[in-house]
């Protein structure tokens, strides 16, 4: 499956007519013009494209950090283009799991701190808090790392921990920014099985940015981008 | 994990630049109580001075000489319990002419009943009033030089010529902090058959003990309306007024010293607020990924503040502990004993200890504000982007 959107089946993340204007010194850049695209649930999709093309502005519109200048992003039925930022923040919060190309981990927390960290935006006591931090970190595989700091952990580690940190809150949607970027190929390879279990078997609707096609390759449904505007 | 808790932890981050940090805001501290502290033990004479005590000298100034008949018509006056009177001697000893301490001549009979804030073994009084060489001696003074009850000691004065002998009869404490523990006071008979007719019976002032503290301006007047006709007029003055006006002439330095220790508190603020700053804008993607799972503007804020904070509260607490040994022990010590008549209890209060850990706490939270400020500004998406 390849395309852009379905008719038939309601997704979990729907853009519509989706434009995106930038003013830099007087002059309009137009990163995304038009643009449709729907998200089923469940799925990992990967967005592809050269650099400039507007696939990181895309994905930060979905992921609710940056409006669009026209269209609508409707997550599981919800506008959220007209969401203030407070209630943007809170959504994300609830729906959304993020995972960047390096980790941005807290250093000064260990493993399990750094997994519990988004759960502190929640009414959760502190020992719930830790009990569910340690059922991410048994996910991705690092129960035997859950006290180590950052800076003891592999790259792969930490890109898991960071992973665990994305699904603490049971979010319907990941975004992936380059996840794998930075990751040696067997690493790489790792982190992408990874993703591939929580779309199959967690239901996690996954939308990751990549340059590598080897890594795009592991994604079920591929979009590409050019120019902003989306070509397959 | 908490939100303050992760502040304190993300304070510790770059150990050796908070460490410094903490040590700046320390020595600040520091450097404020000890100016503070000079201005309060300053003024201590004043503010902790007997209430019940009026002084009375030369109305032109108090090295002019009163006659020493003054005393009865003061003690005539109703509304006054006692009176007694000193002279100074301006007494070195010279083995130690690099040492100062008060030397005054005193009536032995009455000093202490009238300054009964010098406690004096009723033993070593007894001996000091029966010896016209006698000489009770303050603690401070006493420690520093070494000087025991028995030791026979020689001065010299700057204002009366001869070689002066006295044995040290006693050694008083002082019960009161305006009191200066290292004077030394000796028989003004003594002084007294020493002079030649022109300076025979005369004092330097005169100090009253009277019976209501709220009526000491009143008698100060009264006092003074009795000697209005006389050759020799007078000034009296509370205790209190009598020693403001002794240490007024350095007025205008303690307001310099006090603008001073403001002033280092401000650089302090400056210091850490550049910490911050610089803490803020290297954590700048950090602040951007927290935004982007969820966490506000105000959340990051309360970790920039909170971050100062904790340095804020390590500074203060550090300063002041290094503040005890440096300004109370070291400091505080050798101002008691060398410039008693200045600082006769130099310590450290518990107002001005406060006040600098406040200062220290506030301005860290001040010094924070446009940090704080500034990353709730960031755009998540641009903060996500910027590598520091």
């Given at each position: 499956m390849n395309q852009a959107y379905r008719a038939d089946v309601r997704p979990m993340v729907r853009v519509r007519g989706l434009s995106k204007i930038y003013e830099r010194g007087g002059e309009q850049l137009k990163v995304l013009s038009g643009l449709d695209l729907d998200l089923a649930e469940g799925t990992f999709e990967a967005l592809m494209g050269p650099s400039g093309s507007g696939k990181s502005t895309l994905l930060n519109i979905i992921a609710g950090l940056d409006r669009p200048s026209a269209g609508s992003v409707e997550v599981k039925g919800e506008d959220i283009s007209h969401l203030s930022e407070g209630a943007l923040a809170a959504w994300r919060s609830r729906t959304l799991g993020f995972i960047f190309q390096s980790y941005n981990l807290m250093p000064v927390l260990?493993?399990?701190?750094n997994v519990e960290l988004p759960l502190l935006l929640t009414s959760l006591g502190g020992a719930e808090r830790r009990k569910r931090a340690e059922t991410a970190l048994r996910i991705v595989g690092l129960e035997q790392r859950m006290g180590h700091y950052p800076r003891q952990l592999s790259g792969g580690q930490e890109q898991r921990v960071a992973i665990a940190r994305a699904i603490v809150n049971d979010p319907a949607i990941i975004v992936a920014d380059e996840p794998t970027g930075d990751l040696d190929r067997q690493s790489a390879d790792d982190i992408l099985t990874l993703l591939e279990k929580l779309a199959s078997e967690m239901n996690k609707t996954i939308l990751m940015v990549t340059h590598d096609p080897v890594a795009a390759e592991r994604a079920k449904v591929r979009h590409r981008l050019d120019k902003g505007a989306l070509i397959t | 994990m908490t939100f303050l808790g992760l502040s304190a932890r993300n304070a510790m981050r770059n150990r050796f630049r908070t460490t410094l940090t903490v040590f700046g805001v320390a020595i600040a501290v520091l450097a404020f109580i000890m100016l503070r502290t000079v201005v309060w033990a300053y003024n201590i004479g004043v503010e902790s001075a007997a209430p019940d005590r009026i002084v009375t000298r030369h109305k032109v100034t108090f090295v002019m000489w009163l006659p020493k008949r003054y005393i009865d018509t003061v003690r005539q006056e109703p509304g006054v319990k006692m009176a007694t009177w000193a002279s100074w001697f301006g007494g070195k000893d010279p083995k130690h002419e690099q040492e100062f301490f008060s030397t005054l001549a005193v009536d032995a009979?009455?000093?202490f009943d009238v300054y009964n804030d010098c406690a004096v073994k009723p033993a070593e009084l007894a001996a000091f009033k029966e010896n016209r060489r006698g000489a009770i001696v303050g603690d401070a003074i006493a420690k520093?030089?070494?000087?025991?009850?028995?030791d026979r000691i020689a001065l010299k004065s700057q204002i009366f010529p001869g070689d002066w002998e006295f044995a040290i009869s006693g050694i008083y404490t002082?019960?009161?902090?305006?009191?200066?523990r290292s004077t030394f006071l000796f028989h003004w008979n003594y002084l007294n058959e020493g002079m030649p007719s022109s300076t025979k019976d005369k004092i330097g002032w005169i100090v009253t003990k009277v019976s209501d503290p709220a009526r000491?301006?009143?008698m100060s007047l009264a006092i003074d309306r009795k000697f209005d006709d006389r050759d020799t007029q007078t000034l009296s003055q509370s205790e209190g007024a009598f020693n403001a006006g002794f240490l007024g002439m350095f007025t205008a330095v303690l307001k310099a010293i006090d603008i001073v220790s403001i002033i280092i508190m401000l650089i302090m603020m400056l210091i850490l607020g550049n910490t911050i700053a610089m803490g803020a804008r290297e954590r700048t993607q950090e602040y951007g990924a927290l935004r982007a799972i969820g966490?506000?503007?105000?959340h990051l804020a309360v970790f920039v503040l909170g971050e100062s904070f904790t340095i804020g509260v390590l500074g203060g607490i550090v300063g002041l502990a290094l503040s005890y040994p440096i300004v109370q022990l070291g400091m505080g010590r050798f101002l008691e004993e060398n410039m008693g008549s200045f600082f006769p209890y130099f310590r450290i209060s518990g107002g001005n200890a406060l006040l600098a850990v406040a200062l220290a706490v506030g301005m860290s939270l001040v010094a924070a504000g446009i940090p704080a400020w500034s990353v709730t500004r960031l755009r998540v998406v641009d903060a996500l982007r910027r590598v520091a």
């Open positions: 260990t493993a399990l701190e | 009979e009455t000093y520093k030089m070494n000087w025991k009850v028995g002082a019960t009161r902090k305006s009191v200066d000491t301006a009143d966490f506000l503007p105000r």
